[in-house]
């Protein structure tokens, strides 16, 4: 099975500019997860799709945003881009929401660079 | 899980001696649990995870981890690293219900030296 895909995987914008992620889980997973990592905050949970419906979101402001396709693609908006946004944004994949079955497979993130 | 702590940040060792990395949760819910390995401008690769039965899990490149549900601890452990091993670790937690959230430590970078 092919792993979890992320696209771009450099991104450089600047600040006031938007930005859209893209990921792809593993065949068959119907969760998707979105962290940001940066040196000082190391990684954060930023929010958790599964059937197309946000089911966790952790402590973000509303400029950082998802959604779901039927077929389990995700994406990730950043709008009005600052300085502090930039970092390594991972998504990972897993089955389902919950079981035995629920372990995470991360992608190999999308490098975003604010200037 | 209320939180996730790695207590070292970094652990420096020299090759093939054994190394111990630290892992305690707090949870009022049972849970699952992880370790992770991230190498530089890569992403997080599962190193081994603990579900339910033997509290001693096994996972790949020679790692090993034990759970303790009493001290709520599930510490990585190897006999012998590598120059190879050097990396960051990442403990995490996954709670069962709420949608089994993950929570993630702060993670522990070691640093293998010749």
């Known amino acids: 099975k092919a792993g979890v895909t992320q696209t771009p995987r450099y991104l450089i914008k600047t600040r006031g500019q938007q930005v859209t992620l893209s990921c792809s889980p593993i065949s068959g997973h119907r969760s998707v997860s979105w962290y940001q990592q940066t040196p000082g905050q190391g990684l954060q949970f930023l929010f958790e799709y599964f059937s197309e419906t946000q089911r966790n979101k952790g402590n973000f402001p509303g400029r950082f945003s998802g959604r779901q396709f039927s077929n389990s693609r995700s994406e990730m908006n950043v709008s009005t881009l600052e300085l502090g946004d930039s970092a390594l944004y991972l998504c990972?994949?897993?089955?389902?929401?919950?079981?035995?079955?629920?372990?995470?497979?991360f992608g190999p993130g999308t490098r975003l660079t604010v200037l | 899980a209320q939180s996730v702590t790695q207590l070292d940040s970094q652990v420096p060792v020299f090759e093939e001696a054994p190394v111990e990395l630290r892992c305690n949760y707090s949870s009022s819910v049972s849970v699952y649990l992880f370790w992770y390995v991230q190498y530089p401008n890569q992403g997080l690769q599962l190193l081994l995870k603990y579900l339910s039965g033997s509290t001693l899990v096994k996972g790949i490149n020679g790692f090993e981890a034990e759970f303790n549900k009493s001290q709520t601890s599930f510490h990585l452990r190897k006999p012998s690293v590598h120059i190879s091993d050097t990396a960051e670790y990442f403990c995490?937690?996954?709670?069962?219900?709420?949608?089994?959230?993950?929570?993630f430590g702060s993670g522990t970078k070691l640093n293998v030296k010749p």
């Open positions: 990972a994949s897993r089955q389902t929401s919950g079981g035995t079955t629920d372990t995470q497979y």
């Open positions: 995490a937690v996954s709670e069962m219900g709420n949608f089994n959230k993950f929570y």
